[in-house]
């Protein structure tokens, strides 16, 4: 009896130390990236860095949950999207305050992206550009472009068809180019 219990909590804390491992080699490989990909959704490196690291909080206490362990990646990810969408969620009603002005100042930008005025051709960065688009279209074009995913992967991570996916990210791409003023 006394072998079966010892048996047992070794398995259980080699079980442990494989769980720690796994999420350390994850957290090393991939967290530089999903706080570039949180900060691209939201509107602060800190709000974007707490978004990376709860996901991670909730893979540790839910990794006996997982069906299987190679979906770490794709849970953490998932969870940092979720995370994003409930941060955004909070702002909303701040930002439907000044909608109109950042609208009015964006239009103002372009133009002047557009017509070349007074030496402002980088007014618009590329996360302003995605910023000011639609959260599911700068979801998916951060999900494609900065995650490197396939449609399919985006499909999964955002919770859309890949039609979905598709029309978003070309929908996406010709805002951005309208916003950086490209002449595609």
Request: with cysteine.
């Amino acid at each position: 009896m006394a072998a079966a219990v010892w048996h047992s909590a070794t398995r259980r804390r080699a079980a442990i130390v494989g769980r720690d491992e796994a999420i350390d080699a994850l957290f090393r490989r991939r967290y530089a990236v999903l706080v570039r990909v949180a900060c691209a959704l939201v509107d602060n490196r800190e709000a974007a860095e707490d978004a990376v690291q709860d996901a991670f909080v909730s893979l540790y206490r839910h990794w006996d949950q997982l069906r299987d362990p190679l979906l770490a990646e794709s849970y953490v990810r998932s969870a940092v999207l979720n995370r994003c969408r409930s941060g955004l969620r909070d702002v909303i009603r701040f930002r439907a305050l000044t909608r109109r002005a950042a609208a009015q100042s964006a239009a103002a930008n372009v133009l002047l992206l557009v017509e070349g005025g007074d030496g402002r051709e980088d007014a618009w960065s590329l996360t302003d550009a995605l910023r000011a688009l639609p959260r599911r279209q700068r979801e998916v074009l951060v999900c494609r472009y900065l995650l490197d995913l396939t449609v399919a992967e985006t499909s999964e991570t955002v919770g859309i068809s890949s039609g979905a996916v598709k029309s978003h990210t070309h929908r996406g791409l010709h805002s951005l180019h309208e916003i950086l003023g490209d002449p595609r």
